[in-house]
C-alpha cells in the first residue's frame, strides 16, 4: 500500500531524515516512535509534502508522490492529522469535518465519524476552539478521515491528551481499521499507546531507523531504552 524508499530531508545544509525506509501493508499500523528531534515530525511532513525531500521515493499503491504538492496527495489517498491537531478554532465541530468533504462533493458527515467519535456528535455545533485537547484530537482525525484515505499519518496524537482520552483514542483508530482497511502511520512517544495500535515499531534517532519489532516480539526494555532521555 505505502512505501517509503531511502528518503532524505533536509533542513538548509542540516539533514534531518536520512535514507529512511519502510513499507506499510493495507490495514496495517505502524508506528514510528523516537525522542523529540530525532526526526519524526520532519519526516511526517515531507511524507505530506509539506517539506521538500532532498531525494528517495514515496509511493502511494505504486504511484511516486515525491514531488507532489499536498493537495495532490489527499487527491492519491492520504490524509494527515499534523502536531498540534492544527484545528479551525472558529469553525463549529460540523463545519470543521465538513472542510475534509471536500474530495467527496458533499457536506454531509458520514454517521460512522459520529460512530466513532461519539462526543463529536454531541457537540458539533460547538466551536472548534471551545473543546479541550483530547476533543480536538478526536476532530482533527474525523476530519481527515472525512478524505475517505487510503493512508492515514497520525503525528504524536498522544501530545498534550490525558490517559482516558488516549485509550479511546486508541479504540478508535483499532476500530477504523476494522471498518476501512485503512493504513495508518503513527508517529509516537508514548509506548503503551504504540502497543495498543501497532502491527510493528520502529525507531527513529538522528533522522534514521535503528530498530524495528513486530508488536507481539517487541523488546519492550530495549526500546524503552531508546526512547529515555
Do not use: W
Not at 517509503?4 to 496495517?28: K, M, T
Not at 505504486?62 to 492519491?76: C, D, F, I, W
Not at 454517521?111 to 466513532?116: G, I, P, T
Not at 482497511?181 to 509516537?188: F, G, Y
Request: proline fraction near 4%.
Amino acid at each position: 500500500m505505502f512505501e517509503v524508499d531511502r528518503l532524505c530531508v533536509s533542513y538548509g545544509q542540516s539533514q534531518v531524515v536520512n535514507e529512511v525506509s519502510f513499507q506499510a501493508a493495507p490495514n496495517e499500523t505502524v508506528a514510528l516512535m523516537g525522542r523529540n528531534g530525532m526526526g519524526k515530525s520532519t519526516l511526517f511532513k515531507a511524507l505530506m509534502g509539506v517539506l521538500p525531500t532532498r531525494s528517495g521515493a514515496i509511493r502511494l499503491e505504486g504511484t511516486e508522490l515525491a514531488g507532489l504538492p499536498s493537495h495532490r496527495r489527499v487527491q492519491r489517498g492520504m490524509a494527515y492529522v499534523p502536531q498540534g491537531r492544527m484545528i479551525f478554532p472558529a469553525l463549529t465541530v460540523m463545519e470543521n469535518i465538513q472542510t475534509g468533504l471536500e474530495k467527496s462533493g458533499t457536506n454531509r458527515v458520514p454517521d460512522e465519524l459520529f460512530e466513532l467519535f461519539p462526543v463529536l456528535f454531541e457537540m458539533r455545533h460547538r466551536k472548534g476552539g471551545n473543546l479541550s485537547g483530547g476533543q480536538q484530537q478526536q476532530l482533527a482525525i474525523a476530519r481527515a478521515l472525512a478524505t475517505d484515505p487510503a493512508v492515514l499519518l497520525l503525528d504524536e496524537p498522544t501530545e498534550g491528551i490525558q490517559p482516558s482520552i488516549i485509550k479511546e483514542i486508541a479504540q478508535a483508530l483499532n476500530e477504523i481499521r476494522k471498518l476501512r482497511r485503512i493504513t495508518l502511520i503513527v508517529s509516537e512517544q508514548v509506548l503503551s499507546f504504540a502497543l495498543a495500535v501497532a502491527d510493528r515499531i520502529l525507531v527513529l534517532e538522528r533522522g534514521r531507523i535503528i530498530h524495528e519489532d513486530r508488536r507481539e516480539d517487541a523488546d519492550v526494555a530495549k526500546i524503552t531504552g531508546y526512547l529515555s532521555v
